[in-house]
């Protein structure tokens, strides 16, 4: 196999476990508050195939503050739209400069096929049912913030596990540490292979039996059209797995309650638990940016 430009961040799956104290202690050192020409000059080339909100804006947020410049090159409006192959835009962006490409992609395993052929550093930014590596670190950057440590954690993941690649990376990534997880959902979305992608993973069938005891809780999103894919009734979602204060409370006193976004209110969980003490989503979204900006300087080989 071809080996992927050097310092791509592609997924979880294959970083060892000090590579990713690494990165989030250099998280831990950046400032989006005060720019840092650390990356001056560098071109960071935001490529996305999928909508986004929060992931493609810190990133943005990210590169700016270390004084990089960026473009942002979305599916529509761009050559793509015009069938222009994964590869042929790669070259061509790399053709006008990036020094690094930042991408989203539909498919799993875009961002290694891109970073295989340029030899540019290329982040993944969400590869279809993959990996979604960077929101992995900035959640574990939360956790550690309120927990000190990952090692011994318990953690509940609940919801459409199957199709869901913050799933993945963070299962990757918390069994590194040597936290415990709890696999919740609707049989239909918890491939029987989970239970064997790593070490210390368990599943519950009530979401009651997922929570309890637990330090954190991760929500997933649950979309509507799937629900109605595998014929689940929303009322039987809502009864059978929504987070609401009254399961909240079944958990740790001091439990963290996560959410990658975007949040369904009403369906993964009630307004009143997204809004809760407990809730640390708005912190996850704002810890992206210092996270997002240490992945961009161990990319560009700025880690200092
Ligand atoms: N925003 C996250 C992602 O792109 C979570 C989600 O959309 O389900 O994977």
Redesign the pocket.
């Known amino acids: 196999m071809t080996k992927a430009a050097r310092g791509s961040l592609l997924g979880i799956e294959q970083l060892r476990a000090e590579e990713i104290a690494g990165l989030l202690k250099l998280a831990r050192r950046m400032n989006p508050q005060k720019t840092r020409p650390l990356l001056r000059g560098k071109r960071v080339l935001l490529l996305f195939y999928?909508p986004?909100t929060?992931?493609r804006s810190s990133f943005e947020i990210a590169a700016t503050s270390l004084g990089a410049i960026t473009t942002l090159v979305q599916s529509s409006g761009s050559s793509i739209e015009k069938g222009e192959s994964l590869l042929d835009t790669g070259y061509t962006l790399h053709g006008l400069g990036a020094d690094v490409i930042v991408i989203?992609h539909p498919n799993a395993g875009a961002p290694l096929l891109m970073a295989q052929h340029l030899d540019i550093p290329v982040i993944n930014a969400?590869d279809g049912m993959h990996e979604?590596p960077s929101?992995a670190l900035l959640d574990a950057y939360t956790i550690v913030r309120h927990k000190k440590a990952l090692k011994g954690l318990h953690v509940a993941i609940i919801g459409d596990i199957y199709h869901?690649?913050?799933a993945r990376s963070a299962i990757h990534l918390l069994s590194k540490f040597g936290a415990m997880i709890t696999l919740c959902g609707p049989p239909e979305f918890l491939p029987e292979v989970a239970a064997t992608l790593a070490p210390g993973l368990h599943i519950t069938r009530t979401v009651e039996d997922a929570i309890r005891g637990v330090d954190v809780i991760m929500l997933?999103?649950v979309?509507k059209e799937r629900l109605a894919g595998m014929k689940i009734s929303l009322q039987d979602y809502i009864a059978r797995y929504q987070v609401t204060m009254a399961r909240l409370k079944l958990a740790k006193k001091d439990a963290l309650l996560m959410h990658?976004?975007?949040i369904i209110r009403g369906l993964e969980l009630t307004g009143e638990v997204a809004d809760c003490p407990q809730s640390v989503i708005v912190e996850e979204v704002r810890n992206g940016v210092p996270v997002r900006m240490a992945i961009l300087a161990r990319a560009l080989g700025r880690a200092r």
Do not use: A, I, W, Y
Request: hydrophobic residues 10%; without cysteine; charged residues 30%.
């Open positions: 999928e986004s929060r992931t989203r969400g979604h929101q869901s690649r913050v997933l999103r979309q990658p976004g975007p």
